[in-house]
C-alpha cells in the first residue's frame, strides 16, 4: 500500500491526516550499535527520571538486529575494550553493559578467567543483540529509510521532519520527528570500475557467499584484495577453512602493518580528543587524521599478522604452499568466465604480471561512510558544507543549517571530517548517545 505524502500509515494499517500525524521527539534512521546506545539511553532517562522522557523511535532496513553479519568469523576478536561498550562510559552503573550481559548469560567467572579486554565478536553481537531485545519496542525492523521530506510550519520554516520508510511488504510509513538521528553506517567500498556479482565479492557479505556454496565446496583457490584487518581476516578464515583451497593474498604495501593500539595513541579515541578535533583548524585535522590512521586504517592485529606469518612459514618449511602473498601488487586485470575468474596479477616493481586462475575474488578494500544527503533531497540544500562540501557539524553532533531549518538534524557517523577517526566506531557511541540527548533536551519545549 502507498501512502500519499498527505496521510501516515499506522502501523494498525489505518491512515490519518497528515495534519494529525503524531511527533516524535527523535527518529533514528539504522539501528546499529549507534542507534541502538542512544536507544538505551533514551531508555534510561525515561525509567530513573533524569531528565523529562524524550521519546524516540528506530527505523532499521534489516528484518532483526545485525552488526555485520557477513564478518561474524569464528575467530575474530573486537577491536575496541568491551569496557567501551553500549553504556559504560557514560553510565558505569547501567545494567545494559557487557558485564550485564556476561551475568545474564551465567558466563561471568569464565570471562573474568580468560583475562581479555577483547572478547570475540560474536559474542559482542550476541551482546548487542541482547541489549536490542530489551529496547525492541521502540525499533521498526524491515523499514529501510527512503526519504525525509520537510514540515513547514510558522514564518514557512522547516518546523518537522516526515520520515518516510518502506516497509517488507513495499508500503511506505511516514513518521513525524522534532529531530532526525541519522546512523546509516558504512557502505562497502569496490575498486573504481569494479561490481560485484557470484564469483566476485566484497568481505562485508563472505559469510553469506560462502553459505551459498554450500558444505561440500571445495574451491581451487581465492583471490583477497588488500591489506587491512578485513583482509587478514578473509585470508586467515579462507585458508583454514578450506584445506585444499590455494589463497592469494594481492596487495600494495611490502608486508601487513600493525594497529596502532598503543596507550597514548589510543587517546585519539577518547571524548576529550573529540572536544580537541572540533575545535582544530581544518589543515591540524587533517594532520590528526594522517597522524593516527593507522590506528584503524590499512592495518592488522598484530597477533593475526603473527599467526599468518607462522602459517606460510611452515608451509614454507613443508615445501607444500597454499598460502601465496603477492606483495607490492595489483589486480590489473580481472575476466569472469563459466569456470571461474582469470586475474591478472601486476608486480608494482617489475610490472610483471602472473595469472591466477581463481574460483572467487574477495575485495576487503575498505569501506565508506553511507551520506545521508541523498535521503533529504531539497533539504539537503538548507545543510551548511564545510569548505570539502562535507556537512559542518557542530560539537554536539547537529548538522549546522540555515536559519531556515528550526528542527533537528544530528549524525552519528560520517563525521571524521569535524569529530576524528572515532566518528564510524564503538569508542564513543555511549558518550555521544549522552551528547545528542543532551542537545535535543536542551531544544525541546
Ligand atoms: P552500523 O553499520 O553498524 O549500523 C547501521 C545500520 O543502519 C545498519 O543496521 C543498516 O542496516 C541500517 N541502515 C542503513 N541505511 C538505512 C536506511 N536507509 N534505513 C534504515 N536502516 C538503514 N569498530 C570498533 O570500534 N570496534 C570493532 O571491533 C569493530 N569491528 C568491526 C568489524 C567489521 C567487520 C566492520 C566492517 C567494522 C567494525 N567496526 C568496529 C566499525 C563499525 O563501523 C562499528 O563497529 C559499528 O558498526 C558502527 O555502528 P553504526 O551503528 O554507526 O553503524
Ligand atoms: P581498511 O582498513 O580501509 O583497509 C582497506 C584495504 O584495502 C587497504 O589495505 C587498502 O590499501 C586496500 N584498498 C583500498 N582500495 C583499494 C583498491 N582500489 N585497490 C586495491 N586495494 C585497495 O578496511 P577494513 O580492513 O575493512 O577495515 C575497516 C574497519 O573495519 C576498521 O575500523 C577495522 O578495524 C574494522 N574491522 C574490524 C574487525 C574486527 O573487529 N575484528 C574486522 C574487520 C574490520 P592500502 O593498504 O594501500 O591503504
Known sequence: MTVTPHETRHDEGTTVPATDRPVHDL???GFGPANLGLAIALAERGADGSGPA????????????GWHRGMLLEDATMQVSFLKDLVTPRNPASDYGFLSFLHHAGRLHDFINHKTLFPLRREFHDYLS?????????VRYGHE???VLPVRGAGDRVAHLDVVARDADGGEVVLRARNVVFAPGLRPRMPEGTGMSDRVWHNEYLLDRLAELGPEASPHAFVVVGAGQSAAEVVEHLHRRFPASHVHAVFSRYGYSPSDDSPFANRIFDPEAVDAFHTAPPDVKRRLNGYHRNTNYSVVDPDLIDALYRRHYAEKVEGVQRLHLHNTARVAGLVEGPEGVAVAVEDLVTGKQTPVAADH????TGYHPADPRPLLGDLAGLLVSTDDGLPAVERDHRVVTGDDLTCGL????????????????LSNVATRAAEIIDSIAARTP
Do not use: I, K, M, P
Not at 58 to 65: G, P
Not at 361 to 364: E, I, M, Q
Not at 410 to 425: A, D, I, K, P
Open 145 to 147: 529509510v527512503v526519504r
Open 410 to 425: 544530528y549524525l552519528q557517523g560520517g563525521t571524521e571530517h569535524t569529530h576524528g577517526v572515532s566518528s564510524s566506531l
Open 130 to 138: 541482547w541489549c536490542a531485545d530489551r529496547v525492541a519496542d521502540r
Open 54 to 65: 524524550l521519546d524516540g523511535v528506530f527505523l532499521e532496513r534489516q528484518e532483526a538486529f
Open 361 to 364: 575474488v574477495v575485495f576487503a
Open 27 to 29: 527518529v533514528g534512521v
